[in-house]
């Protein structure tokens, strides 16, 4: 016989559980359940099963037992969960790899008829073809504006339509046509919203980055921070060098407005006096970059030269 707990009970065993769980694990996924079922949560637990604890419960308990947790043991990190308990969701307790559990659980997704009254999670479009519905089920397809033919005594589809789209109310005539032709245009599973890392909340979307896009967002950074230190002359490692080259420069203009001058601004007083000094650099430039084509052709020449002597008879003449 048994024997069933009463609410009480029931309440006791489901602290004690989060409880446990709090102190095991140190990350946690925060999932929508929408529209997800009991079977399809089974078969999600059973996939995770190893290093991963799913927990699904009413907000209202999962927060007051936080609450009292988070007293008990005096850590507050736990306090970051109670915000992200809002509408249908539930935990996903892990000691593996976030990004790889995450992966899991978006593989459960099962396909759904579109009930009336449903908000469209995307757009739904009809295609082309032939429905194999017969003539007397045009009336659904006069009712949504969408263009037909009969072809062989069935109903055929001449054009794409987009039938629902994506944040709209599933309609009476929607659902209807879509569950005559047999289409179960959305699918549901657990969603994951946030990320709960050792005290850390932060997006799902982190999970994904690659480093190239850490180090092009570290890069933005730097670049932020230089700007900054540069409007308003505060010394840092990231704009440290533009502040030396500037200083180089305004050093280097008052040299060659006046009569100081340094090492480094010699060669350019040089230059300024006798502009014709550019153009003889320039020279010298040029033939050190054209001094290595024409070496090249040289050498090209040279071999053609025996290739040209061989072709003369083998060394015989005709007349041997």
Do not use: W
């Not at 180090?215 to 030396?244: D, Q």
């Amino acid at each position: 016989m048994v024997v069933k707990r009463s609410k009480v009970e029931k309440k006791l065993a489901y602290d004690a559980k989060l409880c446990k769980l709090l102190d095991e694990y140190s990350q946690i996924l925060i999932v929508a359940a929408d529209n997800v079922g009991s079977n399809q949560l089974q078969n999600i637990r059973k996939g995770l099963r190893g290093d991963s604890v799913v927990l699904m419960g009413k907000n209202t308990m999962m927060k007051r037992t936080i609450r009292v947790h988070t007293e008990k043991t005096g850590n507050t990190a736990f306090l970051n969960l109670i915000p992200l308990l809002q509408g249908n969701v539930g935990l996903i307790f892990t000691k593996g790899d976030l990004k790889e559990v995450s992966e899991e659980v978006a593989k459960y997704k099962v396909g759904a008829p579109a009930r009336v009254g449903l908000v469209a999670p995307i757009d739904v479009v009809v295609p082309p073809g032939n429905t194999g519905l017969d003539p007397s089920q045009t009336s659904f397809f006069q009712v949504l504006n969408i263009p037909t033919k009969i072809n062989k005594g069935t109903v055929e589809i001449i054009t794409p339509v987009e039938l629902i789209k994506k944040g709209d109310k599933v309609g009476s005539s929607e659902a209807a046509l879509l569950a005559k032709l047999g289409v179960r245009p959305f699918s549901y599973g657990l969603v994951v919203l946030s990320v709960y890392d050792n005290g850390s909340v932060f997006s799902p979307d982190v999970l994904y980055l690659t480093e190239d896009d850490l180090i092009e967002k570290f890069a933005v950074g730097v670049s932020m921070v230089s700007s900054l230190s540069l409007a308003v002359s505060y010394p840092t490692l990231a704009a440290a060098p533009h502040m030396f080259i500037n200083a180089y420069k305004n050093v280097l203009a008052v040299a060659v407005a006046t009569d100081y001058s340094f090492p480094q601004a010699e060669k350019v007083k040089e230059f300024l006096k006798d502009p014709s000094k550019f153009a003889v650099a320039a020279a010298v430039s040029a033939a050190d970059s054209g001094s290595a084509p024409a070496a090249a052709a040289k050498e090209e020449e040279k071999k053609e030269e025996p290739a040209e002597e061989s072709d003369d008879d083998m060394g015989f003449s005709l007349f041997d």
